[in-house]
């Protein structure tokens, strides 16, 4: 009752009503209240402009999530899952045998043979004065993580370069789908390789061989050319 009292009286000398929730906030600061720990003081409630910045703060917040979101499902989503797939599935080039080169009696100057890699050698016959006239080739090649960025084979010289689309066959492709501590599940052959096409010459390599150590010969005893001409005759 002396509560009630309390109230009424302090509702009397302000000369105004009394809200609610000032009379249960302040019910609590009877006299001798402590003002260093905050007694007796009417407690406010927050104000609507700071409700108001709170909600829309949260609002552009909830919007920019959401474009986030959206452009990561929508514009890139497609592009991810691709990423996605790659990660899973490994492309191997299968390499295509390079065509031979046979001189005019079908003896073969230029061949593949087995390598250490995965794709085959260049071999070459070993005779004076053929070396110049087949040329080289450029091997494909790879990064630090076995990832080809050259994939295909490259004349560097003579006919290996002369003839270099001819003799270049067309790479193949496997799929080889890996799980995630990379145990193979399965392989397929999506795209078999196509070797090169064979390349013969009208040239006699013994007789071309015979020539040029006969003129290696004559250079040393630096016999005029003329001459060996005539000797050749």
């Known amino acids: ?24 906030l302040d019910s609590q600061n009877l006299p001798n209240f402590d003002v260093h720990q905050f007694e007796g003081r009417i407690e406010k409630p927050i104000s609507k402009n700071i409700i108001i910045y709170l909600g829309i703060f949260f609002l552009l917040t909830g919007i920019i999530f959401a474009s986030r979101i959206g452009v990561l499902q929508i514009e890139k989503g497609k592009a991810f899952k691709l990423q996605s797939e790659n990660n ?3 492309h191997t ?11 005019k009696n079908e003896i073969e100057l230029a061949w593949n043979s087995p390598g250490e890699d995965v794709f085959p050698n260049r071999s070459y016959v070993d005779e004076p004065g053929l070396s110049n006239l087949l040329g080289y080739i ?10 080809y960025y050259q ?3 490259t004349g560097k010289d003579g006919l290996e370069y002369y003839y270099n689309k001819e003799l270049n066959g067309d790479n193949g492709l496997k799929i080889t789908e890996t799980d995630a501590l990379m145990n193979i599940r ?9 070797d090169g096409k064979s390349l013969n010459l009208t040239i006699d390599s013994a007789v071309q061989s015979n020539f040029m150590s006969l003129w290696r010969a004559l250079r040393k005893k630096k016999v005029f050319p003329a001459v060996l001409v005539l000797l050749w005759m």
């Open 1 to 24: 009752m002396k509560l009630f009292d309390f109230f009424n009286k302090k509702k009397r000398s302000s000369g105004h009503e009394i809200a609610p929730d000032e009379i249960f």
């Open 88 to 90: 899973r599935l490994h």
């Open 93 to 103: 080039p299968l390499f295509s045998e390079r065509g031979i080169i046979y001189d």
């Open 138 to 147: 450029g091997y494909p090649a790879r990064d630090k993580k076995g990832v």
């Open 151 to 153: 994939t295909e084979f």
């Open 186 to 194: 399965s392989e397929s052959v999506v795209k078999p390789p196509v």
